[in-house]
């Protein structure tokens, strides 16, 4: 019996630390050497999709892309605000979810919250750098009332083997209409359990933004930690993430205050840990004044007597507006900044030869050479290999509009999404050849009309047949930083 009970401790021993590795939280992973930030930049044109940036100390930011978005919502609204990054326990996994929302569209305030999307937008990757297509998942639809359904977040839960995705929804409850936190727990960020209620503040005190971060060590007491916007920027601990949650305290004594108390009017509440310290930075958004997003500082999350503003940082060129962030491994980082980072290299422009002061630029999904062209963006593509030959040839990706690419139509050049078909791939695909009219400039024949080059005609850009000295000089291109 001895022998056969050891058999069976060791045997149990073995399975705790298999399930804990399974549960593992981030911290777990490779140590973290960046930041990664996930956020919207306000209600623009393009605005309101995803954005990303890139920090070595987590204080100072690039846009990444070169300022333009990184993902473009074709579903639902076809807008989103609010995106958070998920990674799964073993780092395999990753998914961003955001509120299904565009106010650029005309969506009034009004009608987005009483009438509004009861879904998410998610995109799912297993590198972090190549996203699936959006995707909704309907989060919202089993509340009595429901109007919308914004600002989500999702954490992975040991305690239930899965992540608690919980976000805010207007609705009518205890006869009281108001925003209040439900969460959902999920798998596969596809199928979902019933809503259920999560924070409700009380009597009239609504509440939409809420962030948790986890803290290994559980410093300050606690292993979670949650910030709200509900009148103050609130702080929370608990050591379960459906269980019981204690007031720690709140940032009154910075003047940080979502407009219940007056003060400085902020939102998003944002968490990052300091690699390899013990500090932890909640970012709030001062969208009432328009500055963007600041830091507070703190030591030890167990109190908020430790919490202090600072003004050694800086966003970059573009708005953050409410996001995530997300520490990254080294491995993580590289692939990152190989995909959208180092703009000067990444990305070019397409010089027109007998037009030197005309770039290929596209203007409302048609494609044409402009001069002084406004936004910088639109002219601004990432030269990748042909989609339908990947062996010397190349396809013209669009900076702000990732997923679509220069293509001809019906020997019309245009800018359109890649829709996966085998005539997309040949229709956006063209051999780099030698300059027609300059041999140390560029060419560009058409893939599946190798007859035919790509070439400007009154301005628009074509695919011809090229054989006079003017239509040479049209077909001659260089291609610049």
């Known amino acids: 019996m001895p022998r056969v009970l050891t058999r069976i401790s060791t045997f149990l021993a073995t399975l705790v630390l298999l399930l804990a590795g399974l549960a593992a939280p981030a911290s777990a992973l490779d140590p973290f050497t960046g930041y990664l930030m996930a956020h919207f930049i306000g209600e623009s044109s393009q605005g309101e999709q995803i954005y990303l940036a890139h920090s070595k ?4 930011w690039t846009d990444l892309n070169g300022g333009g978005p990184v993902l473009l919502s ?8 609010d995106p958070a990054i998920v990674r799964s326990p073993n780092g395999d996994k990753y998914w961003i979810i955001a509120t299904d929302l565009r106010i650029a569209s005309g969506t009034s305030w009004g009608d987005a919250s009483s009438k509004g999307s009861k879904n998410l937008v998610v995109w799912e990757s297993t590198d972090l750098v190549n996203w699936s297509v959006p995707r909704l998942i309907n989060v919202a639809g089993g509340i009595s009332g429901a109007g919308d359904a914004w600002a ?12 608690v995705i919980y976000w805010a929804t207007n609705s009518l409850l205890n006869g009281v209409t108001k925003h209040r936190i439900w969460y959902v727990r999920t798998s596969d960020f596809r199928t979902v359990t019933a809503p259920q209620l999560y924070i409700d503040r009380g009597t009239g005190q609504g509440i939409i933004d809420t962030q948790i971060i986890e803290v290994a060590n559980s410093l300050g007491g606690y292993r979670y930690y949650r910030a709200s916007a509900d009148g103050q920027i609130t702080v929370e601990g608990s050591n379960t993430i459906l269980g019981a949650w204690t007031k720690i305290g709140d940032l009154q004594h910075l003047g940080i205050s979502n407009g219940a108390t007056g003060g400085n009017v902020v939102e998003g509440p944002m968490w990052a ?6 500090e932890w930075h909640l970012w709030v958004d001062q969208y009432a004044t328009g500055r963007g997003y600041m830091p507070v500082r703190s030591t030890n999350l167990g109190s908020t007597a430790n919490f202090a503003t600072r003004t050694d940082y800086s966003l970059g060129t573009t708005k ?13 980082e590289s692939r990152v900044l190989a995909k959208w980072g180092s703009g000067t290299t990444t990305l070019k422009r397409i010089q027109s030869y007998n037009n030197q002061t005309r770039y290929v630029r596209h203007s409302n999904f048609d494609v044409r050479i402009d001069a002084n ?19 010397g040839h190349v396809s013209f990706e669009s900076v702000n509009y990732p997923g679509y690419y220069l293509r001809h139509y019906g020997y019309d050049g245009q800018l359109a999404a890649n829709d996966g078909t085998t005539t997309f791939a040949a229709d956006a695909t063209f051999k780099q050849v030698a300059g027609l009219a300059d041999s140390t400039w560029s060419s560009f024949q058409s893939y599946n009309y190798p007859t035919r ?24 291109f260089r291609i610049t930083s």
């Open 57 to 60: 100390d987590g204080r100072n």
């Open 74 to 81: 074709t579903v639902g609204t076809k807008g989103v605000r």
């Open 152 to 163: 989500p977040e999702a954490i992975w839960n040991p305690a239930t083997n899965d992540y």
């Open 273 to 278: 840990q300091t690699n390899g310290a013990n």
């Open 320 to 332: 953050k507006r409410h996001g995530s962030i997300l520490n990254l491994t080294a491995a993580e």
């Open 373 to 391: 062209v406004s936004p910088l963006l639109d002219s601004q593509f990432r030269i990748v290999p042909g989609l339908a030959n990947s062996s």
């Open 453 to 476: 080059y790509l070439r400007h005609y009154n301005y628009l850009l074509r695919v011809d047949p090229i054989s006079t000295t003017t239509e040479k000089a049209d077909a001659t």
